[in-house]
């Protein structure tokens, strides 16, 4: 998988050196280094230092990390739990992989500081179990920290237990879902819990969690080395620091590019790969994964890349999924299967979802068919405002929104092929699109 | 504690730590849903208990069910988002229901149908296929399930997890394809499966002995109490053209909570079916129907008494007589009196074989006034097996057997086996029956009003349900009394009741002419 | 509650998966929280999750056998029957088919013989199109045999099917 970065290189520090990976590379190239600054401070000042820095989940929801470790309530007779989410299951989002394969051992100091910070004893790595190769290497470097007294009892002569268990999911979507993890961790269905409780104070065997995703624990390392104030250095506003940007789709070199966040979007993604494939024309973007609101060209070419900016934008930074389109891409098509995706996921347990789902992703299918009415695509638009805040967990908003914005935004694709004379009969060849069918859009 | 809130407006106080659906629901407000249940808790899954939380933020949906008062909460429960958000949901549930409503058990008391009247009517939007699953699965002795019409609200699953401790049902999948079913080769055994079918709040689950029994307009509803074991569970003896087509659970928290078993509420059958329908004489080997009045004058001549007329003292037979602690504490009473006056021996029997105590409803004694029994004063004996020995010691010349109903133990059928003469009465046919030389038909728990009293002490009411064609024992039993004495009858059960206040010492100060719904305590009177 | 398919169960941890076992229960507060580390240690023994396998995990994590079900059947990795030798899961989420899983799909089909969800009769091949695997950035790709193969093309894909069929490593095929 391809790695550069737009500027400045943090968390991708690492991925292009061979052996970062042991922890004989890793500690040769400074890794482990903050533990000495780390264990000489209260854990107050840990959390008040990530605070400052102002990192923000990097799984999809952006919520300020030292804020959600400061609600865990600092006197209980409870043991701690720290799940780490390695479920990454957003479509378009594969950069936390490579955070397992290239640079684990950043992670397990990110987890180390964490634990620290908390006063967690335990961290469970939550990884999706498709996921061999990012496991093996994690497990592999969880070995050698425990090898080398890095993990486990009495860490560092500290006196402090911290222990690393790699948890293997199996193939569902909710489990990225942070009290769907906290569910399937319990050895049950991974069906989202209502919030309140929120896991900082009932999470994991009934107990004080922090669920923190991969590539923000990762960020740890470089705070402490370098402080706080200096990762709020990057970046812009109230998006501070670098993110991993997983770009896919319709451009020249799909990958992960890391840059600071206030640069231009559609900038960025030229830069970083080159533009849309074979010089086709730019249709529309999705900025944030599957569940992100889409932008058309002319929008993604005005937009900031930050969580204010996008949020502004009626979209999001999510998981910082990019996906683009190009000229030829049927976008009814990409609502399509975006659709499927969420109707196959849907836990079940609420009826705006199960059914809510289901029947877009029917609605969206019949369209594209040839089949479909105008009165379906009206349909779909009024469908979305009963999926969102309705629900237990927002699965249903991750599909309602996106609908709501291609129908929106693309509408005169839709009506498209509700007005053709006849649905479209030949194979879509590749591209995932039927280009002769799409130039006549 | 309490703590202060505005629903709707309206200033609330409401207890601290209660559940802001129930607060609505004492204040007169019902806010609709399907996965909560007061005896199973909130789930949190089926969105329709949404109310409008109202801050200076704006208004926010959130399901009621989980909600916990607090202070200075302000709710909206019928707000335009509110209403929105039910009939979203109602739609969203109907979308892949099927349209079973005409031959479907549930119609009629269905949370769907209901809610549909109530929080949607709008025309259907869907013009897809439905999705299919399986119709009419047989999940074991008791049940049948119907997956397509399920809502997923989760109440049958955690119902025989948590509540039963018999975790039979899951939910299997995920998303629109998720079904309900059992273990894969299994069935559901539960000795409690039927209360789920009570919570079920579609007909995705039916009850095989209900199934397409009637349409439920046409039932009639009696409070009662179940009589199948000491507990008395409280029910409801559902009843169509004069037969009972179900028996359900009533709430009561001092007794059965919301629940009760599936021995107790299917113990019903044996009303509509095998009943003794007429008196009968038996003389010189023949059997002969007689009127009431002829099976009075008959016993009165098993006893030694002239047929008709006032008799003077004890009679001049010496008979013992043995009640069923099915009895109810009229008919015990009366018979006390009876025994008394006539210088008769008097016991109760408990004569069915123990049956399971499972730590959850069902008490090992099966009968359901033994208690009362107790409390009357009356000696209580042991037929329940093979052989009793106080039999023997009984009088033989004249045996008044009293309700002994269907299953006759050894013990006691060696009771009728010893005597010279037989007197039975008892609603059901039976070996008693067959050897008795005056048979008098009684009534069934189902077609009387009586009180027992439950192994707690807990006085409980039996009530009418079925219009018996067969006088109330406890007249019998009265006319009998008031021909020996030529004193007067009582003039209502009501009038025996307030007797027993007054006379027997364990239910001085009792209410029994009140004993309502859900029962009376009485004070003291708990029994290990 | 043990099911009369637990008293004949036939599946039994092997020593080295006991192993493991054991080490997993020490790992986690709750027996319930085992349940699936030792549905993933029934995948490795027998490749699948049979009925007696999920009574075996109840009874050894004292678990209603129900529970154990309704985990296994809401997890798509966790198979309910017996795989073909070579497992295909075609990712077909949303880049996958912008950059042509579709056309992947067809040419499966076309020389395996079997659709999504089907088996071939002589047991070498199973398909199934599976939702994102987390590899956007090298579509179009499939998972097969604890591996990703990313990048596929027609010529790959039909390297790869072809040296599964001639009996060698599929993963040698995994070049461009």
Request: hydrophobic share 40%; charged share 25%; with cysteine.
């Amino acid at each position: 998988m391809r790695y550069e970065a737009v500027g400045k290189k943090l968390i991708g520090e690492r991925f292009d050196v061979p052996d970062a990976y042991t922890r004989a590379g890793y500690e040769r190239d400074g890794g482990y280094r903050s533990l000495d600054k780390l264990f000489a401070m209260k854990p107050e000042e840990v959390i008040e230092e990530v605070k400052r820095s102002g990192l923000r989940g990097r799984g999809g929801a952006g919520f300020p990390a030292g804020m959600k470790w400061s609600f865990v309530p600092k006197s209980t007779d409870k043991p701690k739990y720290l799940c780490v989410n390695a479920d990454e299951g957003e479509p378009g989002t594969f950069k936390d992989r490579l955070i397992l394969e290239h640079d684990p051992h950043a992670l397990i100091e990110g987890i180390i500081i964490c634990c620290y910070a908390v006063g967690i004893g335990t961290a469970y790595v939550y990884v999706r179990g498709e996921y061999d190769h990012p496991i093996a290497r994690f497990q592999g470097a969880v070995d050698e920290a425990y090898a080398a007294g890095l993990l486990g009892k009495n860490v560092r002569g500290t006196g402090r237990d911290i222990d690393v268990v790699v948890h293997k999911g199996a193939g569902a979507y909710i489990c990225g879902e942070e009290t769907g993890l906290i569910e399937s961790l319990e050895g049950k269905k991974g069906q989202p819990r209502p919030k309140p409780p929120f896991p900082a104070v009932v999470g994991v065997f009934g107990c004080p969690t922090v669920v923190n995703n991969v590539e923000t624990l990762a960020a740890l390392p470089w705070i402490m080395n370098n402080g706080g104030d200096a990762y709020a250095a990057l970046g812009t506003g109230k998006s501070t620091g670098t993110m991993l940007f997983s770009i896919s789709g319709m451009v020249e070199r799909p990958g992960v590019y890391e840059t600071e966040f206030g640069v231009n979007l559609w900038d960025f993604i030229e830069k970083a790969t080159g533009g849309v494939k074979d010089g086709k024309k730019l249709k529309a973007v999705i900025p944030g994964g599957s569940s992100a609101p889409i932008l058309t060209a002319d929008e993604a070419r005005a937009v900031t890349l930050d969580y204010e900016s996008l949020a502004a934008a009626g979209t999001m930074v999510g998981s910082g999924a990019i996906m683009v389109l190009d000229e030829d891409t049927c976008v009814v098509k990409a609502l399509e299967v975006i659709m499927r995706f969420y109707a196959h996921e849907s836990c079940g347990q609420c009826p705006p979802c199960r059914e809510g789902t289901y029947w877009l992703y029917r609605l969206v299918k019949r369209i594209r068919e040839g089949k479909g009415r105008l009165e379906d695509i009206d349909l779909i638009v009024s469908i979305c405002p009963d999926m969102l805040g309705r629900t237990v967990c927002v699965l249903a908003d991750a599909a309602a929104m996106p609908a709501a914005s291609y129908v929106k935004k693309f509408r005169h694709e839709f009506e498209a092929y509700v007005n053709a004379e006849q649905p479209p009969e030949r194979e879509i060849p590749i591209g995932g699109i039927d280009a002769e069918w799409a130039s006549r859009l | 504690m309490s703590v202060k809130i505005t629903i709707n407006g309206m200033p609330v106080e409401a207890p601290e730590g209660a559940l802001l659906i129930d607060v609505c629901r004492d204040n007169g407000i019902d806010i609709p849903h399907f996965c909560y249940h007061p005896g199973l808790g909130p789930d949190g899954n089926c969105r329709m208990c949404q109310v409008e939380f109202v801050s200076e933020r704006g208004g926010r949906l959130a399901v009621s069910c989980k909600a916990v008062v607090a202070e200075g909460m302000q709710v909206l429960t019928h707000s335009e988002s509110a209403k929105r958000a039910r009939a979203s949901v109602e739609e969203m549930l109907l979308l892949n229901h099927p349209l079973d409503c005409p031959i479907c058990d549930k119609a009629g008391e269905c949370t769907l149908q209901n809610y549909y009247m109530e929080h949607d009517l709008q025309p259907s939007r869907q013009n897809f296929t439905r999705v299919k699953k399986g119709k009419a699965i047989d999940l074991g002795p008791t049940m049948v399930l119907d997956q397509e019409r399920c809502v997923l609200c989760d109440r049958c699953v955690r119902f025989l997890r948590d509540v039963a401790g018999d975790e039979q049902l899951y939910i299997a999948g995920r998303g629109h394809d998720a079904f309900i079913s059992a273990f894969p080769g299994q069935e559901v055994t539960s000795a409690y499966s039927l209360n789920t079918v009570d919570l079920c709040p579609v007909g995705a689950l039916t009850s095989k002995d209900f199934r397409f029994a009637t349409p439920t307009w046409y039932i009639r509803n009696t409070d009662s109490v179940c009589t199948t074991c000491a507990r008395g569970c409280n029910m409801q003896i559902q009843v169509m053209e004069e037969r009972i087509v179900r028996m359900r659970p009533r709430h009561n928290p001092e007794v059965n909570g919301y629940w009760a078993c599936d021995e107790g509420r299917l113990d019903y059958k044996f009303v509509n079916e095998g009943r003794v329908e007429q008196p009968l004489v038996r003389r010189e080997g023949r059997a002969l129907e007689a009127s009431f009045e002829e099976a009075l004058a008959e016993w009165r001549r098993i006893l030694g008494y002239a047929p008709a007329g006032r008799a003077e003292g004890p009679a001049p037979v010496e008979a013992a007589m043995i009640a069923s602690a099915h009895a109810t504490l009229e008919e015990l009473y009366l018979l006390k009196k009876l025994a008394a006056r006539t210088g008769a021996s008097f016991h109760v029997a408990r004569h069915l074989q123990d049956g399971e105590d499972d730590r959850l409803l069902r008490r090992a004694d099966r009968h359901p006034n033994a208690r009362g029994a107790e409390l009357l004063g009356l000696p209580v004996i042991d037929l329940r097996g093979e052989h009793a020995p106080e039999v023997s010691s009984l009088a033989s010349a004249v045996r008044v057997l009293v309700g002994f109903h269907r299953r006759v133990s050894p013990a006691a059928t060696a009771l009728a086996a010893n005597a010279a003469k037989l007197i039975v009465i008892d609603a059901c046919q039976s070996a008693l029956t067959e050897r008795a030389d005056l048979v008098i038909p009684g009534l069934t728990f189902a077609e009387k009003d009586g009180l027992v009293v439950n192994f707690g002490g807990r006085v409980q009411r039996l009530k009418s349900a079925v219009r018996g064609r067969r006088e109330s024992e406890w007249r019998l039993i009265d006319a009998l009394l008031a021909s020996l004495d030529a004193g007067a009858r009582a003039a209502s059960v009501a009038q025996v009741r307030a007797e027993i206040v007054e006379q027997v010492p364990a239910f001085s100060g009792a209410s029994l002419a009140d004993v309502g719904r859900h029962g009376v305590q009485l004070a003291g009177a708990a029994v290990s | 509650m043990e099911t009369a398919a637990a008293q004949k169960s036939t599946f039994a941890f092997n020593a080295e998966n006991e192993a493991k076992f054991q080490a997993l229960v020490g790992k986690y507060p709750t027996k319930q929280a085992v349940v699936l580390p030792a549905l993933w240690l029934v995948i490795e023994q027998q490749g699948w999750v049979s009925t007696d396998a999920m009574d075996y995990v109840a009874r050894r994590l004292e678990q209603a056998p129900v529970a154990v079900y309704a985990v296994v059947e809401f997890y798509t990795m966790f198979l309910t029957s017996p795989p073909g030798r070579h497992h295909i899961q075609l990712c077909h989420t949303l880049t996958c088919t912008m950059r042509g899983c579709e056309d992947l799909q067809a040419q499966i089909t076309e020389e395996t013989g079997i659709g999504p969800g089907e088996k071939s009769e002589d047991g070498l091949f199973s398909f199934e199109t599976v939702e994102c695997l987390g590899s956007c950035g090298t579509a179009p790709m499939m998972r097969m045999g604890n591996r990703y193969y990313e990048n596929l093309t027609r010529e790959k894909l039909a390297r790869v099917i072809r040296a599964c069929r001639e009996e060698r490593d599929p993963a040698a095929e995994d070049h461009d």
